[in-house]
């Protein structure tokens, strides 16, 4: 299994980036997927997740309303456009791939130990 991610990088703050994660050698549209960050310092979150079966998304507050994720099961890739980028979203951002066994389960339920797959992570920076 192979998960690059791409689409990191020095933004302004006010600005927008989008994040990329494409995955091989796994049966992509039967994980849920979910968008990690961990700045220096504190805990690793999510900052937002999407279903297999139905493309349903959830945020965290911090993100809820400025980010966007969105999956792309013909081209294995799931993105999260990040807008209204702020100081506190620098971060390294890493994608995380969940299976899915339960049809419908919502993929805010996952527990970050069910994430199997765990791509290298991607630094965002929100700097003037």
């Known amino acids: 299994v192979q998960l690059q991610a791409s689409g990191g990088g020095l933004v302004q703050p006010g600005g927008s980036a989008r994040l990329s994660c494409t995955a091989s050698g796994i049966t992509f549209d039967a994980y849920a997927i979910g968008w990690f960050r961990q700045a220096p310092g504190k805990e690793r979150e999510r900052i937002s997740c999407i279903s297999a079966e139905d493309g349903a998304s959830r945020y965290s507050d911090s993100v809820r309303g400025r980010f966007a994720i969105s999956r792309d099961n013909a081209r294995n890739t799931v993105y999260l456009q990040m807008n209204s980028l702020r100081p506190e979203d620098t971060a390294v951002y890493f994608c995380?791939?969940?299976?899915?066994?339960?049809?419908?389960?919502?993929?805010?339920?996952?527990?970050?130990?069910?994430?199997?797959?765990w791509g290298q992570g991607t630094q965002v920076t929100v700097s003037s």
């Open positions: 995380a791939f969940a299976p899915e066994l339960i049809v419908g389960r919502g993929c805010s339920s996952y527990g970050e130990g069910e994430y199997d797959y």
